[in-house]
């Protein structure tokens, strides 16, 4: 068993960087905690399985 954390609605997460899909440009992005954090973006972490994929 691993040591993955575990969080909860209103706990800080560590920085992490993401691969996303882009449809205006249909093309791959990143997106970086840090750089949203410093730009003053809010963020929602959202996981749901096997929804929200595109084929």
Known sequence: MTDTPVYQ????VDDFTLTTYEPTTKGFGEFKLSEAQ????????????????FV
């Not at 609605?9 to 800080?12: M, T």
């Open 38 to 53: 410093k730009n003053g973006k809010w963020t929602m972490l959202f996981f749901y399985p096997a929804d929200y994929t």
């Open 9 to 12: 609605v209103g706990d800080v």
